[in-house]
């Protein structure tokens, strides 16, 4: 691991990977690369936990492939200077702000969408300038095994290298000084992480996650916000950071929001077979998901195969906050409901809580969508919506607090991966003599009458 990283610096210093042209040509590389080996990529996740080619391609590909264009077609713009205004005491200067690549970028991935998270970070990284050693995460190993022998028969090691393992191998990578690490994953190991960084000063992108509410009001259209939610409440068998990990409903529409529920799961038909559900990862997430049904109230589903690691949507009525479901980050088919009186007691308890990855809020009133949007932290979401804000680039994507620290996707992502360099350009053939000695009253004023100006 140390010789990589070293040979990852050296290369980075021979300033190849500042070329913009260099920087486009490996984005084509890779898009090629996953192009021309779709099937394999389909054929690992596939076995890894049955993620049909439909689910792969619309959550994992394509997203990719968008991200790289995005790049490709922004990434003048994003690597220009620009130009800023400069105050009068630096008079004549001029003032940019230069981004630069932060250099050696480490990227840390999670399991549930395997491919999208360990390279959407990748291509930013790229698109920035960086050399990238990526570690995916190691529980769906076909998949993890399909990047890297694509990724090390492509690219060069001292340039982007893929290394495989688990807790040991990503504790030895955290032991070497990285320009930037950017990890996904829970909000336990973000700690690790952090700590880690922290003895090298290296910055981090943390995306972690929580449970993202969404609240169902009285004023929302509950056939097309059941709808919106189940898709993506079940998308992945529930395995998605930003997945509505339960519902505050107003107590009115309850009841009809709960039969709306169970005829819209059995209309979308979630099963292996219709290429739209998967396996729980491993079976000790199939014990833990378990768990957590135990002394529930099931409303609907409750299904559980421990062979086939499956397990059915499934809704859970009159939870509290202090059931067991509500204490952990669910990351199942798991649907806790909960009723509320009032939106804004709704909101003060949510608001208790630590702050979510995402929030969503179904109602068509406005002062609801502002209350909520005004008065709970998150780290984004939808408005009628969920899930689907991350298929936009233009949007910021992270958490804050315990849900994650910084944020990346289209130029959120360059950002993650550059230093801003702040500078100030002067001429020689003018300078204001004020700053220097002596230090009279007479200047002292003239000071204090430029600085109004600044
Ligand atoms: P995880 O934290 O268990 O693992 C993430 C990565 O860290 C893996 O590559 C793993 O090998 C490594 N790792 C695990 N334990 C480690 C340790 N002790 N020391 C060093 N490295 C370690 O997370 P996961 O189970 O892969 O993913 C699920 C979590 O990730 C959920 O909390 C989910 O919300 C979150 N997540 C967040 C996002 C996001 O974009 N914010 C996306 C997907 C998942």
């Known amino acids: 691991m140390h010789d990589l990283v070293a040979k990852q610096r050296t290369y980075f210093q021979t300033q190849q990977t500042k070329d913009i042209a260099f920087r486009r040509k490996q984005l084509d590389t890779l898009k090629q690369l996953l192009n021309d080996n779709e099937e394999l990529l389909y054929e ?39 130009k800023v205004k400069t105050d009068l005491i630096n008079f004549p200067g001029t003032s940019f702000v230069q981004p630069e690549p932060l250099g050696v970028a480490l990227v840390i991935g999670a399991w549930n ?6 390279l959407a970070p990748v291509i930013a990284a790229m698109a920035a300038g960086n050399t990238i050693v990526l570690k995916p995460s190691e529980l769906p190993a076909r998949t993890s095994a399909v990047m890297a022998q694509l990724i090390n028969s492509t690219f060069s090691s001292e340039y982007f290298h893929v290394v495989e393992g688990g807790v040991p191998e990503t504790t030895e990578l ?17 700690k690790i992480v952090y700590k880690a960084a922290a003895e090298n000063l290296t910055p981090v992108t943390l995306e ?27 998308l992945n068998a529930g395995q998605t950071c930003i997945a509505p990990d339960y519902v505050m409903v107003d107590k009115k529409v309850k009841d009809q929001f709960l039969t709306s529920l169970v005829d819209e799961i059995s209309s979308q038909q979630f099963a292996f077979e219709n290429d739209n ?37 499934t809704v859970l009525r009159d939870v ?78 992270g958490g804050v607090g315990d849900s994650g620290i910084g944020a990346y996707h289209g130029e959120a ?30 200047r002292f004023k003239l000071i204090k009458w430029i600085s109004r100006f600044q």
Not at 52 to 81: M, N, V
């Open 174 to 190: 955290l032991n070497q000084k990285f320009d930037k690490i950017f990890f996904t994953g829970s909000t336990k190991v973000g």
């Open 113 to 118: 969408y395997p491919y999208q998270l360990s």
């Open 208 to 234: 972690m996650g929580g449970k993202s509410p969404a609240f169902i009001s009285e004023d929302c259209n509950v056939k097309m916000s059941v709808k919106r939610l189940v898709w993506a409440k079940f």
């Open 277 to 313: 559900y998967v396996q729980i990862i491993n079976n000790d997430h199939v014990e833990r998901l378990q768990g957590l049904m135990e002394d529930a109230n099931i409303y609907y589903g409750g299904t559980v195969s421990k062979t086939d690691r499956y397990i059915e949507p």
């Open 413 to 442: 992502g360059f950002k993650a991966f550059s230093h801003y360099k702040g500078i100030l350009k002067k001429p020689t053939w003018f300078e204001l003599p004020i700053k220097y000695f002596p230090h009279t009253a007479g």
């Open 44 to 82: 690992a996740i596939y076995s890894d936990f049955k993620k049909s080619k439909f689910d792969t391609y619309t959550s994992e590909l394509s997203l990719l492939y968008q991200d790289i264009d995005d790049a490709k077609k922004h990434i003048y713009k994003w690597s220009r200077k620009q």
């Open 320 to 397: 509290t906050f202090e059931d067991a479901v509500m204490q952990e980050e669910i990351f199942g088919p798991i649907l806790p409901v909960i009723e509320y009186d009032t939106l804004d007691e709704a909101i003060h308890t949510v608001a208790q809580l630590p702050k979510p990855l995402s929030c969503y809020v179904f109602t068509n009133k406005r002062s609801e969508r502002e209350a909520v949007l005004k008065k709970l932290s998150f780290g984004g979401g939808a408005v009628n919506d969920a899930v689907m804000h991350i298929t936009n680039s233009r949007l910021p994507f």
